[in-house]
């Protein structure tokens, strides 16, 4: 069973529509989420941290995590083109480790 | 203000060649980190450095993988021998202690012939 585990895609939506991303982890004790866009031929950049259970709202984003269920889920409200990317799901195991577990990413297409 | 910077951002070598590869952190941030994303792969975790305190290199694919990072900011990559399946992104990432966000830099992209 992998680590981290994310749906490949593509994942298509009109623009202006809701794109739900979603993440399941193993590790029941992990600390800490995040979410990372990743453009073609460019390096991951940092969208969103969640460290506790329920949701983060950061503008058009929302970070939304159940530990009890090992679930962390990303959601892009009004998606543009724009969007259009990978999405990568990384979880940080313990807080004695600064490493982070990778999902493999899932690939979001937003058409006009 | 600057964010993570790494050099160079393409390298070719030759299979069997030594190779080093640079990170310049984020100013004040305490840890940094490698890893390497393979054409295909998800991103692969290979060492860690927070503070003073021993690197973590549980995440190092084989001996012919090093790192430091010298007077707690600077951090150099290197790896001996180089194979073909070496050939990846290798990407830095720093973040202001252990636990909190990491930023990555660029990237550079190693290409073993």
């Known amino acids: 069973q992998k680590e981290v585990e994310q749906n490949s895609g593509p994942l298509s939506v009109p623009e202006g529509a809701i794109a739900s991303l979603n993440c399941t982890y193993s590790?029941?004790?992990?600390?800490?989420f995040f979410w990372y866009r990743q453009y073609s031929g460019k390096s991951p950049e940092l969208i969103m941290s969640?460290?506790?259970?329920g949701d983060k709202e950061d503008g058009r984003f929302t970070a939304q995590l159940n530990k009890a269920s090992q679930y962390v889920s990303l959601l892009i409200r009004d998606s543009q083109p724009s969007d259009s990317a990978t999405y990568l799901c990384?979880?940080?195991?313990?807080?004695?480790?600064?490493?982070?577990?990778f999902g493999q990413g899932t690939t979001l297409q937003v058409k006009p | 203000g600057a964010g993570v910077s790494q050099s160079p951002s393409n390298k070719v070598t030759e299979k069997g060649k030594d190779v080093e590869l640079r990170c310049d952190p984020i100013?004040?941030?305490?840890?940094l980190y490698w890893y390497r994303q393979s054409l295909g792969q998800g991103l692969e975790f290979l060492i860690y450095?927070?503070?003073?305190?021993?690197?973590?290199k549980s995440g190092l694919p084989s001996d012919r993988f090093s790192a430091e990072r010298t007077g707690g900011s600077v951090s150099t990559l290197t790896i001996q021998r180089t194979q073909q399946e070496d050939s990846a992104v290798y990407l830095c990432?720093?973040?202001?202690?252990?636990?909190?966000?990491?930023?990555f830099g660029p990237g550079t992209r190693l290409t073993v012939t």
């Open positions: 990432a720093s973040s202001g202690r252990t636990g909190d966000e990491q930023y």
């Open positions: 590790d029941r004790v992990s600390q800490s």
């Open positions: 969640i460290y506790s259970n």
């Open positions: 990384a979880v940080n195991p313990s807080s004695n480790t600064g490493k982070l577990i």
């Open positions: 100013s004040g941030h305490t840890a």
């Open positions: 450095f927070q503070g003073n305190s021993a690197p973590d």
